[in-house]
């Protein structure tokens, strides 16, 4: 099985880079405490726990910053906020003076003014980013987080069950998706009822089931939402792309994958992948660390999502990295400097030494979002992660507008229950959501 090692010479050299890469951008963003001797004190908060495996991670990153830079202490932090309660925190003052956040919450508490605008000091970086990354971290123009760490979701596949299919090469259409999900359904204990399957798809009225289909929806050319004559927002999924990709799902979902499917999130596919009762899933590069970890005895295989008929789209989070408004002086200088040194070439491969896990061993848990990453160490061996690297090119964006957060735990995700479970039809369930959908938006203004 292709081992995932980061060595101790590997990690050296990396550190060095770091420090040699990164003179240069540190005096680009302006020097914190100038005066001899003196140390700026600021903090970071995360999206994880601070003493999570993430969390000591990327303390590890910070430990070398520090290293590099001994006039700026950061303090990490655990559990960044999100919505409103994240707008209330930075309006009290009291906000860690750089956020790792959504880039959903970055646009929309960015028009409450809410972070400090890094156009003039971040936006000659352009150019290593996607096209569709960048334009997610902008809102009107101005940058207001830079793009940090993510993921796409991909499709990942057992390669011993292929081979044993007589699959030669992963599906690229939606035609073959199924066609190859048929061929891994069978009965291998002869009891005449299916014990592997094609793929696993969650059923389960919950976050994922909305974004797996949400792909699906993307790939027929179906919007969540879309703006009309007045720039208003109205709910679009209820359209014939959207119909189609939700049968077309319903399909999948009740001929190629476990009976149990309605009870199942992407935790419990995991679990079905690692075990070999489905031989595809759908999921970011923690799903490929999972089967590592798993020591399941095959090596799984990474490809792009198969094409729908509008093309190809996979669900993306980029988390970027803001300051708060109201940060300023030294504190703001060594913010900026921070933000550099994480969004440096040779930081971001350092986020490929993943997370320690309970073996003792480190797995990658999200990917850097820079695009020229290919020359690096960890990827010139693991080549696999730069197929997640590949969906940044076209995300689909899973709450397009604040409101749809609210349209989803109110009735999305119940509808498209009802839906694949049998119980109504897609066109039923689409139209709920569109009326539902829109009474809520409209009392949201």
Excluded at 93 to 109: I, M, N, R, T
Excluded at 167 to 191: C, Q, S, V
Excluded at 368 to 388: S, V
Aim: glycine share 10%; charged share 25%.
């Amino acid at each position: 099985m292709l081992k995932r090692t980061v060595t101790a010479a590997s990690l050296g050299v990396l550190l060095v880079t770091a420090a040699c890469g990164n003179n240069a951008a540190n005096e680009s963003a302006g020097n914190a405490g100038n005066d001899k001797g003196k140390v700026t004190e600021i903090s970071m908060q995360i999206a994880w726990a601070s003493d999570s495996g993430r969390g000591v991670a990327i303390q590890e990153l910070l430990n070398e910053f520090q290293t590099q830079n001994p006039d700026i202490k950061v303090n990490m932090l655990g559990g960044v906020q999100y919505g409103s309660k994240l707008l209330t925190q930075i309006l009290s003052g009291k906000s860690p003076e750089v956020l790792q956040v959504p880039y959903g919450d970055v646009k929309a508490l960015a028009k409450e003014d809410a972070f400090v605008d890094l156009s003039a000091d971040f936006a000659s970086q352009k150019d290593n980013y996607a096209p569709e990354i960048w334009n997610l971290s902008e809102t009107d123009g101005k940058l207001y987080g830079m793009p940090w760490i993510g993921h796409s979701i991909q499709l990942i596949y057992n390669k011993e069950l292929f081979e044993k299919a007589g699959i030669k090469e992963a599906p690229t259409t939606w035609d073959e998706l199924y066609e190859d999900a048929k061929k891994l359904t069978i009965d291998t204990n002869g009891d005449g009822k299916p014990d592997q399957f094609g793929i696993g798809l969650s059923g389960k009225q919950g976050p994922d089931l909305t974004w797996m289909y949400g792909m699906f929806a993307q790939q027929a050319g179906a919007k969540l939402v879309d703006q009309d004559a007045n720039g208003d927002y109205k709910v679009a999924i209820n359209s014939p792309e959207g119909q189609q990709a939700l049968e077309f799902y319903t399909k999948l979902m009740k001929d190629t994958a476990p009976p149990d499917s309605l009870n199942k999130d992407g935790g419990a596919i995991m679990a079905d992948f690692r075990n070999g009762v489905v031989a595809m899933e759908l999921q970011g590069p923690w799903g490929v660390s999972d089967a590592w970890k798993g020591d399941t005895g095959f090596e799984p295989g990474v490809a792009e999502v198969p094409d729908g008929p509008a093309g190809k789209a996979t669900e993306v989070t980029a988390y970027l990295l803001s300051v708060p408004t109201g940060v300023e002086g030294d504190k703001l200088a060594a913010a900026k400097k921070l933000i550099t040194f994480l969004t440096d070439k040779p930081a971001q491969e350092m986020i490929m030494k993943g997370e320690k896990s309970d073996d003792g061993k480190y797995y990658p848990f999200r990917i850097p979002i820079r695009k020229d990453m290919t020359d690096t160490a960890y990827f010139k061996d693991h080549p696999e992660f730069l197929t997640f690297q590949k969906g940044l090119a076209y995300p689909f964006t899973l709450v397009p507008i604040p409101e749809w957060q609210k349209v989803s735990d109110e009735v999305y995700q119940s509808a498209l229950n009802q839906v694949v479970s049998g119980s109504i039809s897609a066109a039923d369930g689409l139209k709920m959501v569109e009326d539902k959908g829109n009474a809520i938006i409209k009392a949201s203004k």
